[in-house]
């Protein structure tokens, strides 16, 4: 098992749930939408305070997919201030991306569901799957690629 997939197992059976706003609350994470542009959300922990801001304009299931990836950097990367890394350094931010798209995968795909639905098929596509658990077909590939 990957350590992102251990830490979204530990999370949820923490809590006793798998809910991304109810983690949020467990988690002391506060919640805000506000218009972005093309941004579609970010962390931030400003003094041991954490926030996460989703762009308004996002759709439901966009919304989920982004608070998921956010939370994600709230339970893995909560010291890391990705945004400024992103804004002001050189310094590369793809394994960060890459573990919170690995974390919201695994939050929002659960393997009894992902073996509930493929129940009775000879195989499914990315695209079926993408469609039923309401993700971008990228996020099924990574819990495929990431199911370890």
Not at 61 to 81: F, P, Q
Request: charged fraction near 25%; aromatic fraction near 12%; glycine fraction near 4%.
């Amino acid at each position: 098992m990957s350590k992102v997939k251990g830490k979204v197992i530990k999370l949820i059976n923490k809590y006793k749930t798998s809910n991304l706003y109810e983690l949020c609350d467990y988690l002391n994470i506060k919640i805000k939408r506000d218009p972005l542009g093309s941004t579609k959300g970010y962390f931030l922990n400003v003094d041991g305070n954490f926030f996460i801001t989703l762009n308004s304009s996002l759709d439901e299931w966009e919304e989920r997919v982004v608070l998921a990836h956010e939370l994600a950097h709230s339970v893995l990367h909560k010291k890391t201030n990705i945004c400024f890394l992103k804004s002001y350094t050189y310094s590369v931010t793809n394994k960060l991306e890459n573990e919170a798209n690995q974390f919201a995968a695994h939050i929002l795909i659960s393997d009894k569901a992902l073996n509930k639905f493929s129940r009775g098929y000879e195989y499914v596509t990315a695209e079926q799957l993408s469609k039923y658990f309401k993700v971008p077909e990228e996020l099924i590939m990574y819990k495929f690629n990431n199911n370890i």
